[in-house]
Structures are given as structure tokens and as C-alpha cells.
């Protein structure tokens, strides 16, 4: 989520008539990711779509395997921000295989490898939602030892949340608490608020159903 979305739209529009009027077509598509990346975080998931594959049509004819894949993981999120899972995984397991491509042809950097990292957490994220815990805690222990190698210090706690429901959704209540404590733990360290809230609200629910209301209020 961008933090200040209302103005990012305005200095992307701007980027993009510019690279427009240039025919700079790679700083197009930027921008209309970028405008697209902002919608989503005001929570407007129709022009976000929108946005994203008129991106996505200048990168594919640019046939720009990482850009693709960038913004393919981009419609992925969206559609499960708008819990439409089924919609998700195809673009997920496409925005994978387009960076596996590029990998396949050229040495990552850690903006690649940063990437893919996010994909397989967003992949995992979609199966934990469409309550499917084997395929999930798959992808997000692939995306868990990504971000130990490479100290994603911004990631690592989402996906030991995440990694926390998918032993809820076991039945695994003591494997579960010890994720959602990391989780705390190292969102608590970089000052990430709004995830340590995440975090306290799963080991809440965690705690409620198993009824142990004292622990569940105090998380909560």
C-alpha cells in the first residue's frame, strides 16, 4: 500500500503524459503501474484492474519478462484483496513462470529476487484463503527462506503471520503462536504498526477459538 495514493495518481499521470509525448512505451507502463498500485490502496479495485492491463499490454509488447511478471503479481494481489481467489492464482502462477523465464537468461539482482519473494507470498496467501493449507504453507515456506537469505526485514513478518494461520488451520495451536510471536517480534523491530496489529488479531482469534477468552481480549 502507497502511503500517500492520492498524490502518487497525480505525479504519474504527469510521468505518463510526458513519457507519452516522448514515446518512452517501458516509462508508460511504469506509470500506469505505478497509477494502478495507488488505486488499489484507496480501495479502487476497478480502475486499479483497468490500469494494470493497459500496463500490461505495453510490457507484453515490449515482451519485458520482468515487468510482465511484476505487474501479472499485481493483479493477482488485487483480485485477492477483492477475495476473488480463483481469479488470482492464474496471474500469480503466470507472474512465476515470467520470472523464471527472465531468470533463466539473466543474473538477478536483488530487486528480482525481492520480487520474486513477494509472488510466492502472495501465492501462498491465496491458497490460505481459499483454505487450502499444504499448497500455501508450500509457497510461503519457498517466500520464507527467500527472505531469511536475502534479510527482508519488510516481508519476513507477513509471511511468519501467514505461516502462523496455516498451522491454525491444521489444528497446530502451539506451531501457530510461535509464528504470530515472530511475527510481532520483527514488525515490532522495523515499526511496522499495522502489521503487529495483524498479528495480535490472528493470535486473538487463535485464542478465542480455542476458548481462552482472557488471552484472546488481551490480544485483541
Not at 506509470?31 to 510490457?59: E, H, P, R, T
Request: charged residues 20%.
Amino acid at each position: 500500500y502507497l502511503p500517500n495514493p492520492d498524490s502518487a495518481i497525480i505525479f504519474a499521470q504527469q510521468g505518463y503524459l510526458l513519457a507519452k509525448k516522448n514515446n518512452w512505451a517501458l516509462n508508460q507502463a511504469n506509470c500506469l503501474n505505478n497509477m494502478a498500485n495507488a488505486y488499489m490502496s484507496l480501495g479502487d479495485y476497478v480502475k486499479s484492474i483497468q490500469f494494470y492491463f493497459k500496463a500490461l499490454k505495453i510490457v507484453g509488447e515490449l515482451n519485458d519478462l520482468y515487468m510482465m511478471s511484476a505487474v501479472n503479481d499485481n493483479i493477482g494481489a488485487t483480485y485477492i484483496e477483492q477475495q476473488d481467489y480463483k481469479k488470482a492464482l492464474p496471474y500469480l502462477r503466470m507472474a512465476q513462470k515470467q520470472l523464471n523465464t527472465f531468470a533463466l537468461s539473466h543474473k538477478l539482482l536483488f530487486k528480482h529476487k525481492y520480487h520474486l519473494a513477494i509472488i510466492y507470498l502472495n501465492t501462498g496467501e491465496c491458497y490460505l484463503d481459499m483454505h487450502q493449507a499444504d499448497s500455501a504453507e508450500y509457497y510461503l515456506n519457498i517466500s520464507y527462506n527467500d527472505c531469511k537469505k536475502l534479510n527482508l526485514t519488510d516481508v519476513i513478518g507477513l509471511v511468519q503471520r501467514d505461516l502462523g494461520e496455516v498451522e491454525a488451520e491444521k489444528g497446530n495451536k502451539t506451531g501457530a503462536l510461535q509464528f504470530f510471536r515472530l511475527a510481532v517480534i520483527n514488525d515490532t523491530a522495523i515499526n511496522d504498526g499495522e502489521n503487529v496489529s495483524v498479528a495480535c488479531l490472528s493470535t486473538a482469534n487463535l485464542y478465542h477459538k480455542y476458548k481462552q477468552q482472557d488471552s484472546a481480549e488481551y490480544y485483541a
